[in-house]
Protein backbone atom coordinates (compact mmCIF):
# COMPACT_ATOMS: atom_id res chain seq x y z
CA UNK A 1 0.00 0.00 0.00
CA UNK A 2 1.27 3.65 -0.71
CA UNK A 3 1.07 6.01 1.50
CA UNK A 4 0.75 10.13 0.22
CA UNK A 5 3.52 11.90 1.70
CA UNK A 6 2.81 14.27 4.16
CA UNK A 7 2.44 17.74 3.43
CA UNK A 8 4.41 20.14 5.65
CA UNK A 9 4.65 24.07 5.25
CA UNK A 10 7.84 24.86 6.53
CA UNK A 11 7.83 28.11 8.21
CA UNK A 12 10.95 30.53 8.85
CA UNK A 13 13.55 30.36 6.19
CA UNK A 14 16.74 31.53 7.62
CA UNK A 15 19.43 29.50 8.89
CA UNK A 16 17.79 26.84 10.41
CA UNK A 17 14.69 27.07 8.12
CA UNK A 18 17.50 26.31 4.88
CA UNK A 19 18.53 23.37 6.77
CA UNK A 20 15.19 21.99 7.46
CA UNK A 21 14.53 22.70 3.62
CA UNK A 22 16.99 20.73 2.62
CA UNK A 23 16.10 17.95 4.66
CA UNK A 24 12.20 17.53 3.70
CA UNK A 25 13.76 17.70 -0.01
CA UNK A 26 15.31 14.42 0.58
CA UNK A 27 12.62 12.80 2.59
CA UNK A 28 10.41 10.41 0.45
CA UNK A 29 7.70 10.46 3.29
CA UNK A 30 7.02 14.80 3.46
CA UNK A 31 6.74 16.96 0.64
CA UNK A 32 6.90 20.90 1.49
CA UNK A 33 3.92 22.42 -0.17
CA UNK A 34 3.87 25.92 1.97
CA UNK A 35 6.59 28.17 2.76
CA UNK A 36 6.59 31.05 4.58
CA UNK A 37 8.78 34.30 6.10
CA UNK A 38 8.01 37.56 7.02
CA UNK A 39 11.91 38.72 5.18
CA UNK A 40 10.35 38.92 1.79
CA UNK A 41 14.07 37.43 0.35
CA UNK A 42 13.97 34.28 2.43
CA UNK A 43 11.01 33.35 1.46
CA UNK A 44 11.73 34.55 -2.73
CA UNK A 45 15.12 32.39 -2.05
CA UNK A 46 13.64 29.23 -1.16
CA UNK A 47 10.66 29.65 -3.80
CA UNK A 48 13.50 29.16 -6.35
CA UNK A 49 14.47 25.48 -4.04
CA UNK A 50 10.46 24.76 -4.14
CA UNK A 51 8.58 26.43 -6.84
CA UNK A 52 5.58 24.18 -6.36
CA UNK A 53 5.19 25.29 -2.83
CA UNK A 54 2.52 27.98 -1.99
CA UNK A 55 4.44 31.04 -0.87
CA UNK A 56 3.30 33.10 2.19
CA UNK A 57 4.77 36.58 3.89
CA UNK A 58 3.05 35.93 7.10
CA UNK A 59 3.72 32.62 9.03
CA UNK A 60 -0.09 32.74 10.35
CA UNK A 61 -2.24 33.42 7.10
CA UNK A 62 0.31 30.22 5.94
CA UNK A 63 -0.96 27.93 9.44
CA UNK A 64 -4.62 29.20 7.98
CA UNK A 65 -4.91 28.85 4.35
CA UNK A 66 -1.92 26.88 3.25
CA UNK A 67 -3.19 22.65 1.96
CA UNK A 68 -0.52 21.22 4.15
CA UNK A 69 -0.81 18.31 6.99
CA UNK A 70 1.28 19.07 9.33
CA UNK A 71 3.84 22.30 10.28
CA UNK A 72 7.66 23.10 11.09
CA UNK A 73 8.90 26.33 12.92
CA UNK A 74 11.87 27.59 12.63
CA UNK A 75 11.05 31.28 13.08
CA UNK A 76 12.53 33.90 15.46
CA UNK A 77 11.99 32.61 18.90
CA UNK A 78 9.87 35.77 20.14
CA UNK A 79 7.50 33.88 16.95
CA UNK A 80 6.46 30.67 18.22
CA UNK A 81 4.05 31.48 20.82
CA UNK A 82 1.43 32.79 18.13
CA UNK A 83 2.58 30.61 15.62
CA UNK A 84 2.28 27.35 17.44
CA UNK A 85 -1.26 28.74 18.60
CA UNK A 86 -2.55 29.02 15.10
CA UNK A 87 -1.60 25.27 14.60
CA UNK A 88 -3.01 23.98 17.65
CA UNK A 89 -6.18 26.40 16.77
CA UNK A 90 -6.03 24.38 13.40
CA UNK A 91 -5.06 20.71 14.76
CA UNK A 92 -1.91 20.32 13.05
CA UNK A 93 1.06 18.21 14.02
CA UNK A 94 3.71 20.97 14.60
CA UNK A 95 7.17 20.73 15.18
CA UNK A 96 8.76 23.68 16.71
CA UNK A 97 12.52 25.00 16.90
CA UNK A 98 13.18 25.44 20.67
CA UNK A 99 12.51 27.28 22.40
CA UNK A 100 8.84 26.51 22.82
CA UNK A 101 8.50 29.91 23.72
CA UNK A 102 10.61 32.62 25.71
CA UNK A 103 8.73 32.58 28.75
CA UNK A 104 6.97 30.18 31.28
CA UNK A 105 3.31 31.28 30.56
CA UNK A 106 3.34 31.14 27.25
CA UNK A 107 5.08 27.39 26.75
CA UNK A 108 2.19 26.72 29.86
CA UNK A 109 -0.37 28.12 27.51
CA UNK A 110 0.52 26.07 24.92
CA UNK A 111 0.40 23.21 26.93
CA UNK A 112 -3.06 23.63 28.17
CA UNK A 113 -4.17 24.85 24.44
CA UNK A 114 -2.92 21.33 23.29
CA UNK A 115 -4.90 19.71 26.18
CA UNK A 116 -7.56 21.22 25.35
CA UNK A 117 -7.25 20.24 21.79
CA UNK A 118 -7.23 16.59 22.99
CA UNK A 119 -4.56 15.37 20.97
CA UNK A 120 -0.29 15.45 21.05
CA UNK A 121 0.16 18.09 18.42
CA UNK A 122 3.14 19.82 19.74
CA UNK A 123 6.51 18.93 19.32
CA UNK A 124 9.66 20.67 20.42
CA UNK A 125 13.16 20.44 17.85
CA UNK A 126 15.45 18.41 21.21
CA UNK A 127 17.71 16.64 18.64
CA UNK A 128 19.87 15.66 21.54
CA UNK A 129 17.72 13.47 22.28
CA UNK A 130 17.78 11.46 18.85
CA UNK A 131 22.07 11.97 18.50
CA UNK A 132 23.69 8.27 18.95
CA UNK A 133 25.80 9.53 20.92
CA UNK A 134 23.65 10.75 23.53
CA UNK A 135 21.22 7.57 23.21
CA UNK A 136 24.05 5.15 23.91
CA UNK A 137 24.77 7.64 27.14
CA UNK A 138 20.92 7.52 27.97
CA UNK A 139 21.30 3.49 27.85
CA UNK A 140 24.67 3.57 29.88
CA UNK A 141 23.23 6.06 32.46
CA UNK A 142 19.63 3.57 32.79
CA UNK A 143 21.17 0.40 32.48
CA UNK A 144 21.02 -2.53 35.14
CA UNK A 145 24.31 -1.72 37.70
CA UNK A 146 25.18 1.57 35.95
CA UNK A 147 24.45 3.07 39.54
CA UNK A 148 22.78 7.01 39.87
CA UNK A 149 24.69 9.82 38.59
CA UNK A 150 25.92 12.66 41.17
CA UNK A 151 26.77 15.44 38.73
CA UNK A 152 26.32 15.74 34.44
CA UNK A 153 28.31 18.82 33.06
CA UNK A 154 27.91 20.12 29.83
CA UNK A 155 29.61 22.53 27.97
CA UNK A 156 28.28 24.54 25.24
CA UNK A 157 30.27 26.53 22.77
CA UNK A 158 28.76 28.54 20.11
CA UNK A 159 29.88 31.18 17.50
CA UNK A 160 27.76 33.66 16.59
CA UNK A 161 28.11 35.43 13.24
CA UNK A 162 24.61 36.92 12.70
CA UNK A 163 22.30 36.80 15.99
CA UNK A 164 23.66 38.50 19.10
CA UNK A 165 22.66 37.27 22.54
CA UNK A 166 22.41 38.88 26.11
CA UNK A 167 22.11 36.30 29.06
CA UNK A 168 18.74 36.45 28.98
CA UNK A 169 18.67 35.11 25.41
CA UNK A 170 21.06 33.13 25.96
CA UNK A 171 19.60 30.72 28.35
CA UNK A 172 16.57 30.45 26.66
CA UNK A 173 17.53 30.05 23.24
CA UNK A 174 20.44 27.91 24.02
CA UNK A 175 20.66 26.25 27.24
CA UNK A 176 17.07 25.20 26.94
CA UNK A 177 19.01 22.72 25.12
CA UNK A 178 21.31 21.74 28.27
CA UNK A 179 18.44 21.68 30.69
CA UNK A 180 16.42 19.35 28.60
CA UNK A 181 18.96 16.98 28.60
CA UNK A 182 19.33 17.20 31.91
CA UNK A 183 15.89 16.04 32.74
CA UNK A 184 15.95 13.35 29.93
CA UNK A 185 19.33 11.76 31.25
CA UNK A 186 18.58 11.79 34.70
CA UNK A 187 14.70 11.33 34.61
CA UNK A 188 14.09 13.23 37.12
CA UNK A 189 12.47 16.97 37.60
CA UNK A 190 14.56 20.16 38.77
CA UNK A 191 13.96 21.41 41.88
CA UNK A 192 16.89 24.03 41.83
CA UNK A 193 18.29 26.89 39.55
CA UNK A 194 21.31 29.17 40.04
CA UNK A 195 22.90 31.44 37.12
CA UNK A 196 26.03 33.49 37.32
CA UNK A 197 27.34 35.28 34.69
CA UNK A 198 30.24 37.75 33.16
CA UNK A 199 31.21 39.66 30.09
CA UNK A 200 34.59 40.22 28.43
CA UNK A 201 36.25 43.07 28.83
CA UNK A 202 35.85 43.78 25.01
CA UNK A 203 32.10 42.88 25.07
CA UNK A 204 32.88 39.79 22.72
CA UNK A 205 32.56 37.20 24.74
CA UNK A 206 29.73 36.25 27.33
CA UNK A 207 29.94 33.55 30.07
CA UNK A 208 26.77 32.58 31.97
CA UNK A 209 27.20 29.15 33.75
CA UNK A 210 24.18 27.15 35.44
CA UNK A 211 23.49 24.70 38.11
CA UNK A 212 20.54 23.05 38.56
CA UNK A 213 19.85 20.47 41.26
CA UNK A 214 17.52 17.81 40.92
CA UNK A 215 14.56 16.39 43.07
CA UNK A 216 16.97 13.47 44.15
CA UNK A 217 20.16 15.57 44.68
CA UNK A 218 21.92 14.87 41.29
CA UNK A 219 23.77 18.09 40.22
CA UNK A 220 23.93 19.22 36.87
CA UNK A 221 26.60 22.15 35.80
CA UNK A 222 26.19 24.14 32.22
CA UNK A 223 28.45 26.40 31.01
CA UNK A 224 27.83 28.45 27.55
CA UNK A 225 30.03 30.61 25.81
CA UNK A 226 28.83 32.12 22.72
CA UNK A 227 31.54 34.75 20.94
CA UNK A 228 30.74 37.47 18.11
CA UNK A 229 32.82 35.69 15.36
CA UNK A 230 31.94 38.68 13.22
CA UNK A 231 33.61 41.07 16.20
CA UNK A 232 36.67 38.19 15.89
CA UNK A 233 36.87 38.74 12.25
CA UNK A 234 36.62 41.99 11.71
CA UNK A 235 39.57 42.54 14.25
CA UNK A 236 41.55 40.23 12.53
CA UNK A 237 41.14 41.76 9.40
Not at 86 to 96: D, E, F, Q, Y
Not at 101 to 120: F, L, N
Request: hydrophobic share 40%; aromatic share 4%; net charge negative.
Amino acid sequence: MTVDPIRVALIGLGGMGSTHLKILAGLPQATITAIADTHAPFTDRAAQLVPNAAAFYDPIDCVNNADIDAALIATADDTHFAITQACIKRGLPTLCEKPLTTTAHESRQIVEAEQAAGQPLVQVGWMRRFDPDYLALHHQLHAAGSGTPVLISQRHRNPLSVITFDQRELITSSASHDIDIFRWLTGDEIAQVSTTSTTSSDGNTILVVITLTSQTGIVGTMELVPWCQRCRSAKSG
